[in-house]
């Protein structure tokens, strides 16, 4: 085959990729960094160095979270790569994991920092950790089989190789290994607690919403308040679709 030939399947693979493999990580936001649990009293001038990594992983945060919306942006408008988004996606779960990690190694300075520190606040700081990773652990891992996915649909085409291949799955294996594990940290860590009889240790869930309002008359909106037809957002055709009904690999 000439290499402008290949060039060019190269090309329509990648883009088809792109195509038919946004919607699996499309579906919802990557875990966002959360407040650490239970709440601490902060100590004023204590933990300064724990306070600049915080900044640091802050702006860290923002400046992956920024690069993301733009390639989902892109993707969404149809001139982005699936891949590309993914890569972003990944920069940012990890940017959030290393901004909870110092936010709750600030909070757990200043338990320390205190005049009486309480081990249990400590001990249920670590749980919430673990459990707060969890879900970025798990879009990780979700990333990783996308990532399987893509390279060995360009395998499949003729246009990627097996060493593409064999390394998004060991990149797959070890994602869905680290989503166990955590979740052992976590039964440990909960073990822990029981074992200190530490009281209130997981974050209290959130209020439900509040009672739905029926609109009165004159919230209705009229037909000139609809959208003319030009209003009309288009749909672009993702018909081309790759089989990702198969068991995620497992060895």
Same mark, same amino acid.
Request: a negative charge.
């Given at each position: 085959?000439?290499?402008?030939?290949?060039?060019?399947?190269?090309?329509?693979?990648?883009?088809?990729?792109?195509?038919?493999?946004?919607?699996?990580?499309?579906?919802?936001?990557?875990?966002?960094?959360?407040?650490?649990?239970?709440?601490?009293?902060?100590?004023?001038?204590?933990?300064?160095?724990?306070?600049?990594?915080?900044?640091?992983?802050?702006?860290?945060?923002?400046?992956?979270?920024?690069?993301?919306?733009?390639?989902?942006?892109?993707?969404?408008?149809?001139?982005?790569?699936?891949?590309?988004?993914?890569?972003?996606?990944?920069?940012?779960?990890? =940017?959030?994991?290393?901004?909870?990690? @110092? /936010? $709750?190694?600030?909070?757990?300075?200043?338990?320390? +920092? &205190?005049? %009486?520190?309480?081990?249990?606040?400590?001990?249920?700081?670590?749980?919430?950790?673990?459990?707060?990773?969890?879900?970025?652990?798990?879009?990780?891992?979700?990333? =990783?089989?996308?990532?399987?996915?893509? @390279? /060995? $649909?360009?395998?499949?085409?003729?246009?990627?190789? +097996? &060493?593409? %291949?064999?390394?998004?799955?060991?990149?797959?294996?070890?994602?869905?290994?680290?989503?166990?594990?955590?979740?052992?940290?976590?039964?440990?860590?909960?073990?822990?607690?029981?074992?200190?009889?530490?009281?209130?240790?997981?974050?209290?869930?959130?209020?439900?919403?509040?009672?739905?309002?029926?609109?009165?008359?004159?919230?209705?909106?009229?037909?000139?308040?609809?959208?003319?037809?030009?209003?009309?957002?288009?749909?672009?055709?993702?018909?081309?679709?790759?089989?990702?009904?198969?068991?995620?690999?497992?060895?």
């Amino acid at each position: 085959m000439k290499p402008r030939l290949i060039a060019v399947l190269s090309g329509t693979a990648i883009l088809l990729t792109g195509i038919v493999l946004t919607a699996g990580i499309a579906a919802a936001d990557p875990p966002a960094p959360t407040t650490p649990y239970p709440v601490v009293t902060f100590v004023a001038g204590a933990c300064p160095k724990e306070a600049i990594v915080t900044r640091q992983k802050q702006r860290t945060y923002l400046t992956a979270l920024d690069t993301y919306q733009k390639e989902a942006q892109a993707v969404a408008s149809g001139v982005g790569a699936a891949q590309d988004m993914r890569n972003a996606q990944q920069a940012l779960d990890n =940017a959030a994991i290393d901004l909870n990690n @110092a /936010k $709750y190694a600030e909070a757990t300075c200043q338990n320390n +920092a &205190a005049k %009486v520190p309480d081990s249990c606040v400590t001990l249920a700081l670590e749980l919430n950790r673990l459990i707060d990773l969890l879900p970025i652990t798990q879009d990780l891992e979700a990333i =990783a089989l996308d990532n399987y996915w893509a @390279a /060995k $649909y360009l395998f499949d085409s003729n246009v990627g190789s +097996a &060493a593409a %291949v064999t390394a998004a799955k060991a990149a797959y294996l070890n994602a869905h290994d680290q989503t166990t594990l955590v979740g052992l940290w976590i039964d440990d860590q909960r073990a822990k607690t029981a074992a200190d009889e530490c009281p209130n240790v997981d974050r209290p869930a959130p209020a439900p919403p509040g009672p739905v309002t029926t609109p009165t008359s004159t919230d209705i909106p009229t037909t000139t308040d609809m959208p003319t037809t030009t209003d009309t957002p288009t749909t672009t055709d993702t018909s081309t679709t790759t089989d990702t009904s198969s068991p995620a690999p497992t060895s």
